[in-house]
């Protein structure tokens, strides 16, 4: 297969851009800053210089190529006017589908999320569960499925849909917060009771690769994620016991740090500043994500081979190994 990555730079993308590599396709990445990417470049991969608001960088990018893996997006960052977000997570996305079949490429597999269907009221949810953005990220992430949608019915692409769920794994930073607080034994915000669905980064790859590849997934969504489902403080107990310390046992209520993360916000971010708290890391212990991939299991064979306490483990070797724990 001959493949193009966007996001390539990034802890999902890079490591589905070596994968597809190290199985034998001719991957091409769209990075914007080379200097980046050189261990990309080093591993065989070719590199396109670009933007994704810029079309013709797009057109360059895409030519050749039989599928599209569009994994780049804006994720949460203090400051960024809504314009911003939309312009990467929805906009883009038309352009790199026009793109791609004006490139006469098969198929695009655009990466979303599973934070489309916001707090999740009667675990497990599927596909067909509501969606119910609750922030900018989230709500951009879902115009973007809407524009890949209409884009690729008027252009004739096969196009897929995938929602991950947590992505962890060796040199993912979103979690380590999480790690730290369990090796630290800080205390747990509310009860703890709340489901956590995560997905290790080779099972996710795995699964992105058959978005791109198997026949019957054009013109589906799936959701991507682990073959286990936790509590928070099941997750937290496995993290503990892979750290060789006792899990947090004291409990905090939620409320005052959500007051003190709409405080830090109201402050630090029109000036641009990463709040210390912020109200979204509280959310974190109060909304429950527990996801059905049986979708994806039965039409396309996707299935998780990464268990929780092995990808813990892997993970946190990972974090060591690196200083970052």
């Not at 030519?63 to 990467?88: E, K, T």
């Not at 709500?139 to 209409?150: F, H, I, P, Y």
């Not at 962890?168 to 956590?196: A, E, H, M």
């Not at 109201?266 to 708290?277: D, Y």
Request: hydrophobic letters at 45%; a positive charge.
């Amino acid at each position: 297969m001959h493949v193009l990555v966007t996001g390539a730079t990034g802890f999902t993308g890079g490591h589905l851009a070596r994968a597809l590599a190290a199985r034998g396709d001719t991957v091409r990445a769209l990075v914007r800053d080379p200097r980046r990417a050189a261990d990309l470049a080093s591993g065989g991969i070719e590199l396109a210089t670009g933007d994704l608001t810029d079309r013709a960088a797009l057109d360059r990018a895409a030519r050749g190529v039989q599928v599209i893996y569009h994994i780049a997006a804006i994720y949460r960052q203090a400051g960024l006017p809504d314009a911003a977000y939309r312009a990467v997570n929805a906009a883009a996305v038309r352009s790199v589908i026009e793109a791609a079949a004006s490139a006469g490429a098969r198929r695009v597999v655009h990466c979303s999320t599973v934070g489309v269907h916001g707090d999740v009221d009667h675990p497990p949810a599927n596909e067909d569960a509501p969606l119910k953005p609750g922030d900018i990220y989230q709500v951009t992430k879902l115009e973007g499925e809407d524009l890949a949608r209409e884009t690729a019915a008027r252009s004739g692409i096969e196009l897929t849909i995938a929602r991950p769920s947590g992505i962890y794994g060796p040199g993912d930073r979103r979690l380590l917060k999480l790690f730290k607080n369990v090796v630290r034994r800080f205390p747990i915000l509310g009860s703890g009771q709340i489901y956590y669905h995560l997905t290790y980064i080779d099972d996710l790859v795995e699964g992105f690769r058959l978005c791109g590849e198997h026949p019957a997934a054009a013109g589906r969504t799936y959701i991507l994620a682990g073959g286990e489902v936790t509590t928070l403080v099941e997750l937290m107990t496995l993290i503990a016991g892979a750290a060789g310390v006792r899990p947090p046992s004291l409990h905090l209520p939620v409320w005052p740090f959500w007051m003190a993360g709409a405080a830090c916000e109201a402050v630090c971010v029109p000036f641009g500043i990463e709040p210390p708290i912020y109200r979204r890391r509280v959310d974190f212990f109060t909304k429950s994500r527990a996801f059905d991939i049986t979708r994806a299991r039965t039409e396309i064979g996707y299935e998780p081979r990464v268990g929780l306490r092995d990808g813990i483990a892997r993970t946190l070797a990972w974090y060591r190994e690196h200083g970052w724990l």
